[in-house]
DNA sequence: AACTATAAAGCAAGCGCTTGCTTGATTAAC
DNA sequence: GTTAATCAAGCAAGCGCTTGCTTTATAGTT
């Protein structure tokens, strides 16, 4: 295995740094102190410190893209692809934390145009989200609500993992996906009405 | 009523233009612009830029810890406490958006004595949520499972708000309220067992 | 194996500009 | 007449990035 290119190992010190202390809170000097270089010599391989910023929240767009595209062709039944999808997205929202990191805060720092290019991949992979949710519907295995809502629930949990996930820490991403899709597949509250458990009973 | 004095005009300067740019994003001849002075009379208002990070991140924090003192002193069981709970948590997020979003974002630029001032009220926050989920288990009003896993359901639904909720749109902070409510308490999935509707009909 | 040609990569220095913040004089409010 | 607020001007430091030069790695020729 060759060892890292230098233009990784910068990404990779720009990774880290911009997703601890965001893309303004980063100067170019910490990244070539990181990379093990004098910031000049990071003009060798890059050509300006959005064009990173670009590339690791491409990165992460990209990341979830492909799990949603994995999911959509692995699984058939929609309440599969929901349940898979949650447990596609928190993998990567965990195993990739960083990048995930800069995807979800660090875009608004980018020009116009490439702005514009991750907001457009971010709504691709909405689309996947909102079929699934209206396909589940339409069988009936998901209760009939508001899709943007039901998409809102299992995303907004599913995001919210990078603020707390801490790699090696108690719980593996597997995990965490299995308990968030048995609260938000059957709710918090108790497990049915009164009157079925009687019926259980009878 | 009084006109708004200049410290507030400055504070809702700042407020506006961390939680739209973050705070390295944003310079000081910024807020000073937005005050309608120049930037070197901020410094009769205030001591540093910090400052003015702190002191909003500190709002948001107050007002999540207002609201889950009025809850508590409201409403007396946990269902109720853990709905209107909810509804009050995605009040301030809505309605003090800016605030919010400096205290979820921004409080990594604060230096460490500050920083421990947020931190410890956001823990103190997380507290009753996490006292309201014990009890409501332990009425058994709430499905036994991880309390963890339980508040960072209802938490992440709700502090996900700020990246979408816009004032003005289609809906309104208690119709999201009700909406996440129904989702969370009840699961996206299908009402009940086959059994159970069996049930209804006989 | 020794020499040279070429290009990639790194360095020290520093460019023009912006940053947060300070200063000393001036103005306005009571 | 005192005090607080504002101003224009500017400080030292740090910013992203460029420059001119040197080192290092590779390839081809002998």
Same mark, same amino acid.
């Given at each position: 295995?060759?060892?890292?290119?230098?233009?990784?190992?910068?990404?990779?010190?720009?990774?880290?740094?911009?997703?601890?202390?965001?893309?303004?809170?980063?100067? *170019?000097?910490?990244?070539?102190?990181?990379?093990?270089?004098?910031?000049?010599? %990071?003009?060798?391989?890059?050509?300006?410190?959005?064009?990173?910023? #670009?590339?690791?929240?491409?990165?992460?767009?990209?990341?979830?893209?492909?799990?949603?595209?994995?999911?959509?062709?692995?699984?058939?039944?929609?309440?599969?692809?929901?349940?898979?999808?949650?447990?596609?997205?928190?993998?990567?929202?965990?195993?990739?934390?960083?990048?995930?990191?800069?995807?979800?805060?660090?875009?608004?720092?980018?020009?116009?145009?490439?702005?514009?290019? *991750?907001?457009?991949?971010?709504?691709?992979?909405?689309?996947?989200?909102?079929?699934?949710?209206?396909?589940?519907?339409?069988?009936?295995?998901?209760?009939?609500?508001?899709?943007?809502?039901?998409?809102?629930?299992?995303?907004?949990?599913?995001?919210?993992?990078?603020?707390?996930?801490?790699?090696?820490?108690?719980?593996?991403?597997?995990?965490?996906?299995?308990? #968030?899709?048995?609260? %938000?597949?059957?709710? *918090?509250?108790?497990?049915?009405?009164?009157?079925?458990?009687?019926?259980?009973?009878?």
């Amino acid at each position: 295995m060759p060892r890292p290119s230098q233009k990784d190992q910068i990404l990779a010190a720009a990774r880290r740094l911009f997703s601890e202390k965001g893309y303004h809170g980063t100067t *170019i000097r910490e990244i070539a102190v990181e990379a093990g270089v004098l910031s000049g010599s %990071l003009y060798a391989h890059i050509e300006s410190k959005e064009d990173l910023l #670009f590339e690791i929240a491409d990165e992460g767009a990209e990341a979830f893209l492909l799990a949603a595209r994995a999911v959509e062709s692995k699984w058939q039944h929609p309440v599969d692809r929901l349940r898979e999808g949650l447990r596609a997205h928190i993998r990567v929202v965990a195993d990739q934390q960083e990048s995930a990191k800069v995807f979800f805060h660090e875009w608004r720092a980018l020009s116009d145009d490439r702005r514009k290019v *991750i907001q457009s991949k971010r709504d691709r992979y909405e689309v996947h989200w909102r079929r699934w949710i209206e396909e589940g519907m339409a069988q009936g295995a998901v209760r009939e609500a508001d899709p943007k809502f039901v998409r809102l629930c299992l995303l907004s949990v599913a995001n919210w993992v990078y603020q707390w996930y801490r790699p090696g820490g108690e719980f593996t991403p597997e995990d965490i996906a299995e308990h #968030f899709w048995t609260l %938000l597949f059957n709710g *918090i509250g108790v497990d049915r009405p009164a009157a079925c458990e009687l019926l259980g009973e009878a």
